[in-house]
């Protein structure tokens, strides 16, 4: 089974600041990779596919990038709607992991 | 709109058996894989299995292999979740999720409370 670690657990920024989050697979997953975010009490909602697509109406300021083993969620610019946790999963073969999770709070 | 609808919230004793449903609209049901994923409370994002409506195709996460059961009923376009006996570690959030290069559309959540 892959193994998908994302960094750091959480993060502290302000609104308007620059959101960078990573994801580490234990393998090769290619371009296979998704990126979600929750809020609390809600469903996940997709925002990236394949690594660096945007999903439909998910805004310009984020964006996905990686390949292999390592990839990045960027926010550009923080939003106060963004502040949620966020999961990377790899779809490479059948059994499609989630990462742990990272918490982008409020600094 | 294209919508994956859940059924409600649960509150079993451990033993019990369940079943849980997801029922799609809005698009071809029969075209798409549909997974499951559990959400223990407090913690991330679990990947169970998957099924496909049109043959019910179905594959399963090793950690849930031979726990609970994935079946759909293309004829009403809904996908379901089963336990034969449930523990109170089955105690979580259940989502559906549409799957295309991701899972694109989720359900809203089915609430699963095992307790004594």
């Known amino acids: 089974e892959i193994v998908l670690t994302q960094s750091p657990a959480t993060l502290s920024l302000s609104p308007g600041e620059r959101a960078t989050l990573s994801c580490r697979a234990s393998?090769?997953?290619?371009?296979?990779l998704a990126w979600y975010q929750q809020k609390p009490g809600q469903a996940p909602r997709l925002l990236i596919y394949?690594?660096?697509n945007r999903a439909t109406g998910i805004p310009a300021r984020f964006s996905g990038s990686g390949s292999g083993t390592d990839f990045t969620l960027t926010i550009s610019s923080l939003e106060p709607e963004d502040f949620a946790v966020y999961y990377c999963?790899?779809?490479?073969?059948?059994?499609?992991?989630f990462g742990q999770g990272t918490k982008v709070e409020i600094k | 709109e294209v919508q994956l609808v859940q059924s409600g919230a649960e509150v079993k004793k451990p033993g019990e058996s369940l079943k849980i449903s997801c029922k799609g609209s809005?698009?071809?049901?029969?075209?798409?894989?549909i997974g499951w994923v559990r959400q223990m409370p407090g913690k991330g994002l679990e990947w169970m299995g998957i099924?496909?409506?049109?043959?019910?195709?179905?594959r399963y996460s090793p950690s849930f292999q031979g726990q609970v059961t994935i079946s759909a009923d293309k004829s009403i376009s809904t996908a379901y979740l089963q336990w034969s006996s449930l523990k109170a570690s089955d105690t979580a959030m259940y989502y559906c999720?549409?799957?295309?290069?991701?899972?694109?559309?989720w359900g809203q959540g089915t609430m699963v409370t095992v307790s004594s």
């Open positions: 394949d690594a660096s």
């Open positions: 999720a549409r799957r295309m290069w991701a899972f694109d559309i």
């Open positions: 999963q790899q779809r490479s073969n059948w059994a499609w992991t």
């Open positions: 099924i496909y409506p049109g043959d019910s195709d179905t």
């Open positions: 809005g698009y071809s049901f029969t075209s798409y894989w």
């Open positions: 393998q090769s997953v290619s371009s296979y």
